[in-house]
């Protein structure tokens, strides 16, 4: 098992990045031309999740026990068990005469069974613009405090590629988001935090390998230096990405309903992050000329 | 880095100790302050209600203008400007002065002492009021600060309501808190239908009792439909009693008809005036509005002085109850709007539970079979790590007496899949160190952890930093996301740098020569 790798990561280099690339535009396109499948946290309405016991009853009459009610847009789909749906409406403000209590009695005269109302939910306009902007606020913060950590840690141009490799992660989740119309709400940004905080954490890994042997040797250029960092960071990079992805596997198949959505994010960012330290972090360094002097100017002025 | 005097031993050990037994209290009842620490629940896990209010100041911008009028007027005087056209709308005040008296009236109106108009707000260093002149013009209305002020006082009132209200359904364990300047954060655990209580909480409930008149002129009248007749009636401005005025109410049945009403008791300034009232004006109709609806209009029979009442109005019992309960709470001072809700059913909140502890223990078990598949008597020093990390994980959480939901769950599982990264980091590096041709184990093992220290705590911070800002910024569940990772990730550092460390160094010094981690 003492197995030391020696992949040449170099040759494969300026195929990722071309991928990588496409990706990223390709991300962005999808995020800007088709958008994004926001929840009700980002963009308001109303959103219950409700079980019926009858066998008899279909998806279509859960649908049409809803209509005439003036709820505006209508979505319902299976969730979960069967008899779990999930029922979301644009309606995002109530009044004394038609309110969350008039249509669950309406739904359950409709239906004529009784309904389980398991999960309730209602954000306004203001809130849910709120919640975005806070949300977008969130993650641009914890980008410049990466930035910052890096910068002071590292060189520059280290701190210029870890960025380049969050953007790159959290740019192509959300895009694949935005391809399969997954829903985004306020998990999803958790989640597109914690594929910042852990992407950073594989990248610092590998960066902190580079510079160690940028020092051992001097003379070695960028990309000779990436290539033996990341193969003598590589066991370690499998394994952890191995626990946590069994970890977050663990959740997506038995955590319910309500975790999926987060923890698919998260399975995809750990995949993401976990290739672009190798591919979008370490290539970067080259593109900006990093050698020993590099490190050895900072050295000098502490 | 293997060496450990006794006493670090003893206080790593004490450490993680005591802070793991706080575990230990969650399956305890124990009333004494310090032992009664627990992880509570969150709403999405035990059931409840969350619901975010906001106060609708724009009727006391209105009502706070209006009283402005009559010393605005006086002063005006006072101070020889002749004012035309004087009007006061929605958010302003608004009137015609001289160019001569613009400079007089800004003297007055802006003067920081004993201004009785434009009050001189302390906290903000600012005036109530703000003024700005167009052409003959001068425009009043609130200033930032001034609208913040009557918000925040609004606000405070409100929640003093909002709690009685509540504390009326006898809902149990409420916690009602002040969110920004207009806002009122409410979480009622174990709710099941928060449907009565956000009926109750949307009602204003001002009460006032006025004489119908006979009067058409609109000046100093109003119009209202009776609610339970459907006829129009005028009735006068002049509130004879208000809400402010009750001590009590209680639902009552009518002895005649049986029907449901709410008696209600006055306090002493209220049952003179209300005598009065009603000594004065027997066989005409006095009008009952509430939050601007006319609920009815009976006739004055008998003089009243006994300081007690009826309203009748096609009460249910139940609304009959609802009108007693609002009553006997106070009015609020602005109207309340809900304008977030999440509500999640008991047994949602079970099968999250359920599904979360499943997935939790699932996760442990692959990551523990994992490590020891993959690094035999290292995996089972990291296993051991990783479970200390989870105790302390849960006793501190014991210990902040945090509140755990779902994707705090989730939070814990995604910890235990990452804790083992420190510990991976170290046993690749000692694993280079031999590899390289270290003479001996103990040598190998002192580089290898001197030298992935610094990478385990540059990789930590990140992730740490990242679900601070995920706490500062995020709100209800998530935020329980945010706790258990940043204390996952401080349990995880301390399991590895201290007892995974101390572990190895027993099993190295022990086999000196035997080639380890191979």
């Not at chain 1, 051992?216 to 394994?239: D, G, H, P, V, W």
């Not at chain 2, 207009?182 to 204003?204: A, F, H, M, Q, S």
């Not at chain 2, 510990?423 to 280079?432: A, C, D, S, T, Y």
Request: aromatic share 10%; net charge positive; proline share 2%.
């Amino acid at each position: 098992m003492n197995k030391i790798y020696k992949y040449n990561f170099i040759s494969k280099f300026k195929i990722a990045n071309i991928l990588s690339f496409f990706l990223v535009l390709v991300s962005l396109a999808l995020i800007l031309f088709k958008g994004l499948n926001f929840g009700i946290d980002f963009k308001g309405g109303t959103l219950i999740e409700l079980r019926v016991d009858s066998e008899n009853i279909k998806i279509s009459d859960v649908r049409s026990s809803f209509s005439n009610m003036n709820l505006g847009d209508l979505n319902v789909k299976e969730f979960g068990k069967k008899g779990d749906y999930l029922v979301k409406f644009e309606k995002k403000k109530f009044d004394n005469e038609n309110n969350i209590k008039t249509i669950k009695e309406n739904v359950k005269n409709k239906l004529s069974s009784d309904v389980n109302f398991r999960r309730i939910e209602n954000v306004g306009p203001k809130v849910s613009a709120e919640l975005l902007s806070s949300g977008l606020l969130a993650i641009s913060l914890a980008l410049g405090a990466m930035l910052f950590y890096i910068w002071v840690r590292f060189e520059w141009q280290f701190s210029l590629g870890s960025i380049a490799a969050i953007f790159h992660d959290v740019l192509i989740t959300v895009g694949i988001f935005s391809l399969l119309s997954l829903e985004v709400n306020l998990s999803i940004v958790a989640a597109v935090l914690t594929i910042v905080g852990y992407s950073m954490n594989d990248t610092v890994v590998i960066y902190d390998r580079i510079r160690e042997n940028l020092s051992k040797f001097s003379k070695s250029k960028i990309e000779e230096i990436a290539n033996t960092s990341i193969n003598e960071t590589l066991s370690r990079t499998i394994i952890t990405s191995a626990t946590t992805l069994l970890a977050l596997i663990s959740i997506f198949v038995l955590g319910g309903e309500i975790l999926k959505g987060f923890s698919f994010a998260m399975i995809i960012g750990v995949v993401i992050g976990t290739y672009s330290s190798i591919f979008v972090a370490s290539p970067i360094l080259k593109y900006l000329n990093v050698s020993y002097k590099s490190i050895a100017k900072e050295k000098e002025e502490n | 880095m293997l060496n450990f005097s006794k006493i670090k031993i003893i206080l790593i050990y004490l450490t993680f100790f005591l802070i793991s037994a706080f575990c230990v209290l969650n399956f305890f009842q124990s009333e004494e302050y310090f032992f009664k620490k627990k992880i509570n629940l969150g709403l999405d896990l035990q059931g409840g209600s969350y619901l975010l209010l906001e106060v609708d100041s724009s009727p006391l911008q209105k009502r706070h203008l209006q009283a402005k009028v009559i010393p605005l007027k006086k002063k005006l005087i006072e101070n020889k400007i002749n004012y035309k056209k004087f009007k006061i709308n929605e958010k302003e005040i608004n009137f015609e002065i001289s160019q001569n008296d613009k400079k007089r009236f800004e003297e007055f109106f802006t003067s920081t002492k004993n201004n009785e108009i434009n009050i001189f707000l302390n906290q903000y260093r600012s005036l109530e009021l703000d003024f700005k002149f167009i052409n003959n013009k001068v425009f009043i209305n609130l200033s930032k600060n001034g609208i913040i002020n009557l918000n925040t006082s609004a606000v405070d009132q409100s929640i003093e309501i909002v709690r009685r209200r509540i504390d009326e359904t006898g809902t149990k364990e409420a916690s009602i808190l002040r969110r920004g300047s207009n806002r009122i954060l409410v979480e009622l655990p174990g709710v099941k239908d928060p449907e009565r209580i956000k009926e109750l909480l949307g009602k204003t409930a001002q009460l006032a009792f006025r004489m119908v008149t006979s009067d058409k002129s609109e000046f100093g009248n109003d119009i209202f439909i009776l609610k339970d007749t459907g006829e129009e009636i005028v009735v006068s401005k002049r509130v004879i009693i208000s809400g402010d005025n009750l001590i009590d109410a209680k639902p009552r049945f009518d002895n005649i008809n049986q029907e449901p009403i709410v008696a209600f008791t006055l306090n002493r300034s209220g049952s003179q005036r209300f005598g009065q009232a009603t000594t004065k004006n027997i066989g005409k109709r006095l009008a009952i509005i509430l939050d601007n609806q006319a609920i009815s209009a009976p006739v004055i029979q008998d003089s009243i002085t006994g300081g007690q009442g009826t309203i009748s109005g096609n009460f249910t019992f139940q609304s009959a109850t609802d009108l007693a309960l609002l009553l006997r709470s106070g009015a609020l001072p602005a109207p309340l709007s809900i304008v977030e809700e999440r509500t999640v059913g008991p047994d949602l909140g079970q099968d999250s539970i359920e599904a979360g502890v499943v997935s939790l223990f699932v996760g442990f078990i692959l990551v523990i079979l994992f490590m020891t598949f993959k690094y035999r008597l290292f995996g089972i020093i990291a296993n051991v790590a990783l479970i200390s990390n989870l105790l302390m994980l849960l006793g501190f959480l014991t210990l902040l007496e945090a509140t755990l939901t779902l994707p705090g769950i989730a939070g814990i599982i995604l910890t235990v899949g990452m804790a083992v990264d420190a510990n991976v980091l170290i046993f690749e590096r000692i694993k280079e160190e031999i590899h390289k041709g270290s003479s001996n184990n103990i040598q190998a093992f002192d580089l290898g952890f001197k030298r992935s220290i610094v990478t385990i705590l540059d990789a930590n911070i990140t992730t740490l930093i990242a679900s601070i800002i995920l706490f500062v910024f995020g709100s209800g569940p998530v935020k329980g996301f945010a706790v258990t990772l940043s204390i996952g990730l401080i349990t995880t550092l301390f399991s590895a740098y201290f007892i995974s460390r101390h572990l190895t160094s027993i099993v190295v010094f022990r086999n000196r020569e035997k080639n380890l981690l191979a």
